[in-house]
């Protein structure tokens, strides 16, 4: 199998390797499809209906609980699944329940859980609840608490939850493996007393990281900084869920990472506070008002803001973390002039196109015209078709929706935004000349 760094590499020496673009109109397809995973598993019925907003994990699903002589029974089965990250791209992955991340969990402060464990792998596992305040016995790190869970055997675990706040699920065994495949999941904590302040749209996102190199089909555990997919809930630009609200309603965003990787993440549009993490909604006087927030490995935060009319990017801001299978290492075409190489290129490959000499977006025009097909199983480095024209992006990247009248608890992708012309930047002209800005003079001009 040619690695992802290899093909790359070759496709580069001949123009050709920067980018990988799809056509238009699988873009297109991309995105329409993207509001059918709405219609997956809704959360589950809230215990006491109205005691809290029930977490909306975009492109996933809540997992129900059965009540037990007043303990939450919940049963997690640790299993290979197949995963798709967008059309166009499926692996085997790991994850709980049928899916990655896992099934969110959620409760109220005050309950007691009862957690089963299958483990249907072909190793051993355990489960770590990342940031709950627990006995050493129940931390679920694999030969220091507790036994590991071989294949086959159904562990418990059983706790109080005497605290609030947006926590984890990982495995603390062959974790590199583990979560290198998609082992990871939310476990929201709801506050007894309440929340604060209101919150009317209450999301979780949990932010991960895919050495899914290009023609194979499951992810690489062992890479540490090159990676080929950068999530939001295991999915990938065009393929994740918009968040909708509706102007003026108070929405709170959990994120978690559980990858190798910071990610500043960034919301346009509004200035958002930030109200708390692993360790529960923080009194009104530590909140921070921001419009970008780093996400540390291993940590959690809350985002909140008042959601005003229009269609936001959400999106981490380290600029390649939004785009899909890249290339890294590979010689810079941007200003070289490649005409006459084209020509020479084509005796040894037929269809070649030089590319690159201009920029990255060029491949897109290429490919829009299906020049230019990519390695299979590999998604084009950037995609998705919004109402003017291409967006070039991937990965960490999503659309925060908000409409005038939309009715509580209403999570249907309203379609796109239409901004008042007078509001909408315009062309005024196609002539470079234009007008007398003032501009620094060249060196020895
Ligand atoms: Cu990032």
Not at 112 to 138: C, D, F, K, Q
Not at 179 to 208: C, N, Q, T, V, W
Not at 289 to 301: C, K, N, P, S, W
Request: proline share 7%.
């Amino acid at each position: 199998m040619i690695s992802r760094r290899k093909l790359l590499s070759a496709l580069s020496a001949t123009g050709l390797g920067v980018g990988l673009m799809r056509s238009a109109s699988a873009q297109h397809e991309q995105h329409q499809a993207a509001p059918a995973a709405a219609a997956a598993p809704s959360p589950s019925a809230a215990p006491a209906a109205g005691a809290y907003t029930p977490v909306r994990t975009p492109n996933g699903w809540t997992l129900p609980h059965r009540l037990k002589d007043g303990v939450k029974e919940f049963h997690l089965v640790a299993e290979e699944i197949e995963h798709e990250f967008a059309p166009g791209s499926k692996a085997k992955c790991w994850g709980y329940n049928g899916s990655t991340p896992g099934p969110t969990l959620e409760a109220v402060e005050g309950d007691r859980v009862r957690i089963y464990v299958t483990n249907r792998l072909g190793e051993a596992t355990s489960v770590h609840w990342h940031g709950i305040l627990l006995p050493s016995g129940m931390d679920g790190v694999g030969g220091l608490s507790q036994r590991h869970i071989q294949p086959g055997e159904t562990y418990v675990y059983e706790f109080t939850l005497n605290q609030h706040g947006t926590h984890m699920y990982h495995p603390h065994a062959d974790e590199m493996t583990q979560l290198g495949l998609g082992m990871m999941g939310f476990f929201i904590i709801h506050p007894k007393a309440g929340e604060i302040e209101r919150i009317d749209r209450d999301y979780a996102i949990m932010l991960h990281n895919w050495a899914l190199h290009p023609g194979t089909s499951r992810p690489d555990p062992s890479i540490m900084s090159e990676f080929d997919l950068w999530t939001f809930n295991s999915k990938v630009f065009p393929a994740t869920e918009s968040l909708v609200a509706a102007s003026g309603e108070r929405v709170r965003i959990r994120f978690a990472n559980v990858s190798m990787w910071n990610h500043p993440i960034h919301l346009h549009g509004h200035r958002f506070e930030v109200t708390g993490g692993d360790s529960g909604r923080w009194p009104r006087t530590q909140w921070r008002r921001e419009v970008t927030e780093i996400i540390a490995v291993g940590q959690t935060r809350d985002l909140e803001f008042t959601a005003v009319p229009g269609d936001w990017a959400l999106h981490c801001h380290m600029s390649h973390h939004t785009m899909n299978a890249m290339g890294h290492g590979i010689p810079n075409p941007i200003g070289v002039d490649q005409r006459g190489v084209a020509e020479q290129v084509r005796e040894l490959l037929p269809g070649y196109m030089a590319m690159g000499e201009h920029g990255m977006s060029e491949h897109g025009e290429h490919v829009a015209m299906g020049m230019l097909p990519g390695p299979d199983n590999t998604l084009p480095m950037a995609s998705g078709e919004g109402p003017y024209g291409p967006l070039e992006m991937g990965g960490m990247f999503t659309v925060v929706k908000v409409r005038e009248n939309l009715a509580r608890g209403d999570y249907r992708d309203p379609g796109w935004y239409r901004s008042r012309p007078a509001e909408t930047a315009r062309r005024v002209s196609s002539e470079p000349d234009f007008g007398k800005p003032y501009r620094r003079a060249r060196a020895g001009a």
